[in-house]
């Protein structure tokens, strides 16, 4: 029995419910992508699949658009899988259980996957409409967007006429989101040297941080744990002989790490006790209003061999040397972060000590500027720069036609002018500014709140009126 079939757009929550009935977390996507493929043979479409799974489905122009310019509708058929305590669902095999409530659609026990899950419905209803007039469309599907804009950054667009994308990855009503930040992740790699020390072995622990996104959380003013500790080896190496035996914080680079461990041998325990207890009170003050868990504990513990004094020395100074967080606010755009970075990841092996950074700028000289530094940096220690994963920012166009008409529509639809906003993230939009030169681009979407939790909700009157939206802006786009 369908959960959705008496709701309003019925057309788009018809294939919303379809794609929620077919598991598609990143990584698993061979079905959907499948799904997408056996819906334009159905309607006659054509289309193409790529390695990634990436779908691209042609329509033509409706009657009077025949010759109008075409444009590509996006948004990525992958989802985040996340399950509430004592879910049993398999995501991997299982479809949701969607339930609504107070205007709302929900999955029960899991994410959603509003993200992305309509904008894939609102383009199926568009390609298998035909009394919605549009020009020339070229949908594009992209998979693994989740887990590093993976089917975006693989797809070869040589094929696509358009020079407009309308993309549907937003989550906020009334925010049209019209630049974004590019990236890129750095490696530096610091050989050590090991060698037997008479010390007294300790754990320092830096834990109870808050962390958060690399992007759009770092301007809260949240403490990153790797530097904190790098702080506290600093302040105890100015005061007495320490060898650093092994270090290790964060997981993944594109969070602000919560946790972060140096296992040290020194001459005074004691002492290092009191400067850790000293440096708690600081920290616990000066990060009171944005990041008020910050503890740091000392234990005694296990020891590997540790890094002779030299290196152990060139790793406090380099900690210290590298940059990390805003390097500098947008003069463009009010409150926007413009370059940041974020050492997410450190770590020591038995002969290398490594750092791990996420990069952004919404300009691309900047964060080509901010690589050279640390690529600078790094050349002074003797160590090893790398970078991957490069993609490009999305800048912001004032002559953007797409937008103009989208303001437009939703100005005499709402009563108001849309927000227009920047963000200082990746999206896949950028990827395709990097690969369509010249692209016109708008990312949109309805209100989803709690995204990537299982308390992920789907806002059914914003699904209806943003479908307005698309709808007229398309209608306009002759
Ligand atoms: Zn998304």
């Known amino acids: 029995m369908r959960v959705l079939s008496n709701i309003q757009p019925e057309k788009v929550f018809y294939y919303f419910e379809e794609i929620c009935n077919i598991p598609h977390g990143s990584g698993n996507l061979l079905q959907i992508s499948n799904y997408l ?13 790529d390695k990634k799974q990436n779908v691209v489905i042609f329509k033509d122009g409706t009657k009077g658009y025949e010759n109008s310019e075409a444009v590509i509708l996006q948004g990525h058929m992958d989802m985040v899988c996340e399950k509430a305590p004592g879910c049993t669902k398999d ?23 509003g993200d992305d899950g309509i904008a894939v419905a609102y383009i199926l ?25 993976f089917g975006a950054t693989f797809l070869d667009t040589s094929d696509l006429k358009a020079k407009t994308l309308l993309n549907i990855d937003s989550e906020v009503e009334g925010v049209f989101t019209v630049g974004c930040a590019g990236g890129v992740e750095a490696k530096c790699t610091l050989p050590i040297k090991r060698e037997d020390y008479n010390g007294t072995p300790l754990k320092i622990t830096v834990s109870g941080l808050l962390g958060g996104h690399s992007g759009v959380e770092i301007d809260k003013g949240r403490a990153n744990a790797n530097m904190v500790l790098s702080r506290i080896l600093n302040k105890i190496s100015l005061e007495q002989d320490i060898r650093i035996s092994e270090l290790f914080g964060g997981l993944k680079v594109n969070a602000i790490p919560n946790n972060s461990t140096a296992v040290i041998l020194c001459k005074n325990a004691e002492k290092i006790n009191t400067i850790c207890e000293e440096l708690d009170r ?27 004094e030299k290196s152990t020395q060139a790793v406090i100074s380099l900690l210290s040397a590298l940059p990390n967080g805003i390097i500098d606010m947008s003069f463009d755009i009010d409150g926007l972060v413009e370059t940041s970075l974020n050492l997410g990841i450190m770590s020591t092996d038995e002969n290398t000590f490594v750092t791990k950074y996420n990069i952004r700028s919404n300009v691309e000289s900047k964060k080509n500027m901010l690589v050279q530094r640390i690529s600078a940096i790094m050349k002074y220690f003797d160590g ?20 103009n008409i989208m303001s437009d529509v939703y100005s005499e639809q709402y009563g108001n002018a849309p927000k227009i906003e ?41 699904v209806g009126r943003t479908w307005e939206l698309i709808l007229e802006t398309l209608k306009r786009l002759k």
């Open 37 to 49: 493929v056996d819906f334009a043979k159905e309607h006659n479409l054509k289309y193409r699949k």
């Open 91 to 113: 995501m991997q095999k299982e479809g949701l259980d969607l339930c609504t409530e107070n205007g709302t659609i929900f999955a029960k026990g899991t994410t959603l996957g």
């Open 125 to 149: 209803a568009i390609l298998s409409s035909n009394d919605i007039e549009h020009p020339p469309i070229e949908a594009i599907f992209t998979t693994d967007e989740e887990t590093g804009m």
């Open 282 to 308: 600081a920290l616990s003050s000066e990060y009171d209003k944005t990041d008020n868990g910050i503890t740091i504990s000392v234990l005694p513990c296990e020891y590997e061999k540790p890094f002779d």
């Open 384 to 403: 090893k720069f790398e970078t991957y994963g490069d993609y490009p920012s999305w800048e912001f166009s004032e002559n953007s036609k797409l937008l």
């Open 422 to 462: 920047t963000i200082h993230a990746g999206l896949e939009c950028g990827i395709f500014a990097g690969k369509i030169k010249g692209l016109d681009c708008v990312s949109i979407g309805p209100d989803i709140t709690d995204i990537h939790t299982y308390n992920e909700k789907l806002h059914i009157k914003s």
